[in-house]
């Protein structure tokens, strides 16, 4: 009985496989920068494995390099313009680097998709208050979100 060789394609996916299940135990030991080496690797053997983009935009933002974990989280989007988590990811990056209007026109977009996570999203922007933002972030709520 001869074996079915494996073909390069699924090498990669076995690949890819060990790396990001290797990157999730780092994760969990809080080893962010060992993590992130095995995502890299797997984001070059699949570039478009929106599962690895989104590890590694999650393990570039606990380490706070929001541009990196944005980087990788709008690749994805491209990939998937109608997941609800990368849009609220988005608007969540955005918060934390302080690009306020950036992350009340992510809370917009995700709104269609996603009204629960929107209003997460809403309730964080708001606790993370800016002044010059509150008054539009305050319209939007009570347009999308005030049942009374």
Known sequence: MSETPVTPNSEQE?????YLQSATEYVEKGAY????????AAVIL??????VLVHL???????????DALL?????YHLDPSAPDLV????EIFLRMGRWDDAIIQ??????IHQEKALQTCR???AAFSGHTIDRLLKLCNKHFDKG
């Open 14 to 18: 076995e690949k890819v496989l060990v």
């Open 107 to 112: 809370i917009e977009a995700l709104y269609p």
């Open 124 to 126: 964080h922007l708001l």
């Open 57 to 67: 935009a999650n393990a570039y933002f606990q380490l706070k390099q929001f541009d």
């Open 33 to 40: 920068d060992q993590a992130i080496i095995l995502l890299q």
């Open 72 to 76: 990788h989280l709008q690749h994805a």
């Open 46 to 51: 699949q570039p478009d494995n929106i599962e």
């Open 88 to 91: 609220q990811g988005m608007g």
